[in-house]
């Protein structure tokens, strides 16, 4: 038998077993063409399917309508932090931007977004180690000015997820959903872009989803954006302008498959908060471990917690390898421990976490 961890990793992050199995039956030969589908162009009939039935699967998965296109990009989120000013800004006819800062990835898109234009920053919870989003009545006035208003639905460091979607006044809302999309359903058409780079629910590294509305991918870019950078080349050359990342884009096609298979995202949802209230409700029980995050906006993704002493952080990742869990050491900027659960993690891995944690508790208080 393979042996296989429980990885808790937060991306690039654990993919569902029957998705990699599929991949390792047709890695020599897809689809008895006698060669790996990494292996054939990608403007060829072949691939050409895999990318048009992924993006319908993505369609269908999310019920977009027409007005929207679907791309599948490279350049990671970190390019989208880019990306979004440099063509949304409409060559310049908006001055700024608003955006909601409730972890780093947001401090990190403002920062590049800045580059660009001003930033208002219309909510913003630093003062509390971003362990909350900030209450409604706090939040600073934005309006027509503001190209978009940007938000990241799920901070992966921070362990805060958003429960409900920002009122954004009739201003295009921007969305980074790196690290919980397709981890529950929603209304794109409360959209006008969202992003999500693949490497946690939605495939390898290397390819990034993106969703955009027609009027805003129209958009004119700044000057010197490069073609790369373009949304509305990247729509007419349908994600291909340049050699798109075929072997990314074919497993998260897989993995699209996949969330289908599964009774799509009402059912993953289901899962996946069941699966999170298990780890919190341990969590709660014990003074041992502790979460910091306001009860209302923890994460279903990203579960962070501390030990009583730094000092025993590394025996507890140490010891968790030896039992089979995989991947818990915090972000380097928070230390402490992380256990990432998206999709792809079964109910069996957080049930096999709670038990370590009871045992490592017991054996060191
Ligand atoms: N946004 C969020 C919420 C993320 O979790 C990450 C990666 N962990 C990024 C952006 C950056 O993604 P990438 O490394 O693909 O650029």
């Not at 972000?331 to 109910?347: D, K, Q, T, V």
């Amino acid at each position: 038998m393979m042996h296989r961890v429980f990885n808790f990793s937060a991306g690039p992050a654990m993919l569902p077993e029957e998705v990699m199995q599929q991949a390792q039956k047709e890695f020599m030969d897809w689809h008895n063409l006698g060669t790996s589908v990494m292996e054939i162009s990608h403007r060829g009939k072949p691939f050409k399917a895999i990318a048009e039935e992924s993006i319908q699967d993505v369609r269908d998965i999310l019920n977009i309508p027409d007005n929207y296109h679907v791309l599948f990009l490279a350049g990671g989120s970190r390019s989208q932090f880019a990306m979004v000013p440099m063509n949304l800004l409409d060559n310049g006819s908006y001055k700024k931007t608003a955006y909601i800062q409730t972890g780093i990835w947001g401090q990190i898109a403002i920062a590049e977004a800045k580059r660009y234009c001003d930033v208002d920053i219309i909510a913003d919870s630093e003062n509390t180690r971003f362990t909350t989003i900030p209450e409604k009545k706090e939040w600073k006035t934005f309006d027509k000015q503001h190209a978009y208003l940007h938000y990241v639905d799920n901070e992966t460091i921070n362990g805060v997820e958003f429960p409900f979607i920002p009122e954004s006044n009739n201003i295009p809302l921007v969305c980074d959903m790196s690290s919980n999309i397709f981890s529950r359903p929603f209304d794109i058409n409360q959209f006008g872009l969202v992003y999500a780079c693949a490497q946690k629910n939605l495939g390898p590294a290397g390819i990034t989803l993106v969703i955009i509305r027609d009027d805003l991918a129209k958009r004119t870019p700044l000057d010197a954006t490069p073609s790369m950078f373009r949304y509305s080349l990247q729509v007419e050359n349908n994600s291909m302008l340049n050699t798109c990342p075929t072997f990314p884009w074919y497993m998260a096609g897989l993995v699209l498959k996949w969330i289908k298979k599964q009774g799509g995202l009402e059912a993953l949802g289901k899962k996946n908060q069941k699966k999170a209230e298990k780890l919190y409700n341990y969590i709660d029980k014990t003074d041992f471990y502790t979460n910091p995050v306001d009860h209302r906006y923890r994460s279903r993704m990203n579960v962070i917690f501390t030990l009583p002493e730094k000092s025993l952080d590394e025996k507890f990742v140490a010891e968790a390898e030896k039992v089979g869990l995989y991947g818990l050491k915090g972000h380097r900027f928070l230390g402490g421990i992380r256990a990432s659960i998206y999709n792809a993690m079964p109910e069996k891995g957080i049930d096999t976490l709670v038990d370590f944690m009871k045992t490592f508790e017991k054996e060191n208080s």
